[in-house]
């Protein structure tokens, strides 16, 4: 039973990590936006790169711990 605790923790704890990333390039997305709105698509680039590798973060520590349950 421990170790299914402890494995639900590091899921938790590795979802955290990009779920922090999606609201700080969110939020500073919008900042820039707000600030100079003529530089859209350079910041809709930059945003979207930012969330496609902190969803890459995410699936990958989903498999890890999927696979760490498993064994």
Do not use: Y
């Amino acid at each position: 039973m421990s170790r299914n605790i402890s494995l639900i923790l590091i899921f938790g704890l590795c979802m955290l990590g990009p779920c922090a990333v999606f609201a700080a390039a969110s939020f500073a997305s919008i900042n820039a936006l707000g600030r100079n709105p003529s530089s859209a698509p350079k910041i809709f680039t930059a945003m979207i790169l930012a969330l496609v590798f902190a969803e890459a973060l995410a699936i990958i520590a989903i498999l890890v711990v999927f696979q760490l349950f498993s064994a």
